[in-house]
Nanobody
Framework: VQLQASGGGLVQAGGSLRLSCAAS????????VGWFRQVPGKERAFVAT????????YYADSVKGRFTISRDNAKNTVYLQMNSLKPEDTAVYYC???????????????WGQGTQVTVSS
């Protein structure tokens, strides 16, 4: 599975962005997909994940109620809608595909390149 993340940018605090993760190859519709983020000097951190069919989602406490993960398997794409953004959400965001819902980085086998999200105060 090849993944391509996009949609990052610069936004003011309180604003919104929607990230997309487009997949090609493999069996995308049966793969769980997660979003992670990383800031310089820190480990990559779990943000959200969604099951292959889209019926199960799970979020990090820090984004619960503000971010929504969804997927359109007909388009081989997973989305991360980010609302009420805060400066602490600034990071490089990565999408990844794995065999089942999980939060650890090591449970995901395929990774896209990152997309930068910067939230100004």
């Amino acid at each position: 599975v090849q993944l391509q993340a996009s949609g990052g940018g610069l936004v003011q605090a309180g604003g919104s962005l929607r990230l997309s993760c487009a997949a090609s190859g493999g069996t995308f519709s049966t793969s769980a997909v997660g979003w992670f983020r990383q800031v310089p000097g820190k480990e990559r951190a779990f943000v959200a994940t969604i099951s292959g069919g889209g019926g199960i989602t799970y979020y990090a406490d820090s984004v619960k109620g503000r971010f929504t993960i969804s997927r359109d398997n007909a388009k081989n794409t997973v989305y991360l809608q980010m609302n009420s953004l805060k400066p602490e959400d600034t990071a490089v965001y990565y999408c990844a595909a794995g065999r089942g819902l999980a939060t650890p980085v090591k449970r995901y086998d395929y990774w896209g390149q990152g997309t930068q999200v910067t939230v100004s105060s």
